[in-house]
């Protein structure tokens, strides 16, 4: 079975994606609201790179654990299952080992901007003029998503830096965290993962119900950024951005609360004393 994707399926450029906002050196988070969603195949070592699971100290570790843990035989009742339900040709398939592969949807829940590298040939002609490598630093659109072909051995860590190679974003993998995202009696639970964990197994055991299990990509807290890692005039950016959101929810408040008193206003015009 061939993990290749289809040409339609592949990441477009920075530049085309999304065109003369990256001039500027950002551009805002609504700036899009249409679903970005590509398909990537992940480097060939994740479908060969084993990790034993590890004793975890919580409890709810051990149990994603025990559900990692099952027999071939287990493993192809799911498998068969899993696909049962599929209305698209994201299956999953098993391999001769016990392993198996398959694909898992991560959206993009990034509240600061990101650093990309320039094409290859425009970042040479830069460092020869001015002796600097340059970034470009922006949001990524809202709703971005991508699917990943992975491997059952694949880590949350390996997921992290094969999006941001496939994005060309040059930032510390280590900035970054997956989350699992589950609802549960309208309720929504979101978990960090550990970068061991492996995120196909859960896929496979909660099945393809994107409301049942979903994997979402954030920041770590702010305090786990290493914000000596950017270049002055990126971290200018950030504060210019941040400036910028500041006003925006500042007027909102005040309209806010303008608002209310203008009905507290005429409540009291209309009503009588006594």
Avoid at 125 to 148: A, I, M
Wanted: charged share 30%; aromatic share 8%.
């Amino acid at each position: 079975m061939s993990s290749a994707v289809s040409d339609s399926d592949k990441a477009p450029s920075f530049e085309k994606t999304w065109g003369s906002s990256t001039s500027s050196g950002y551009c805002s988070a609504d700036d899009s609201d249409s679903e970005f969603e590509q398909f990537f195949t992940a480097k060939t070592s994740f479908f060969t790179k084993r990790q034993k699971c590890k004793a975890p100290a919580k409890k709810d570790e051990a149990t994603e654990c025990g559900k990692q843990e099952l027999s071939t035989g287990d493993v192809q009742k799911q498998v068969k299952e899993y696909n049962s339900q599929i209305n698209s040709n994201l299956f999953m398939h098993m391999n001769k080992d016990g392993s198996y592969i398959g694909f898992i949807k991560v959206q993009f829940k990034l509240a600061r901007p990101v650093s990309v590298s320039p094409s290859q040939k425009k970042a040479l002609s830069e460092k020869r003029r001015s002796g600097v490598k340059r970034r470009t630093s922006f949001y990524l659109p809202k709703d971005t998503s991508k699917h990943l072909h992975i491997s059952s051995h694949t880590s949350a860590r390996e997921v992290i830096e094969a999006l941001l190679k496939k994005f060309t974003v040059v930032d510390n993998p280590a900035k970054f965290a997956l989350f699992e995202r589950r609802e549960r009696h309208e309720q929504v639970y979101i978990r960090k993962m550990s970068d061991t964990e492996r995120p196909l197994p859960l896929r496979l055991s909660a099945g393809p119900s994107q409301k049942v299990l979903s994997f979402v990509l954030k920041e770590n807290e702010t305090g786990d950024v290493n914000w000596h890692a950017f270049s002055m005039p990126e971290l200018n950016n950030f504060l210019r951005i941040l400036q910028r959101e500041e006003e925006e929810h500042v007027k909102q408040i005040m309209q806010k609360y303008a608002a209310a008193r203008a009905k507290m206003r005429d409540a009291l015009q209309g009503s009588t004393p006594g």
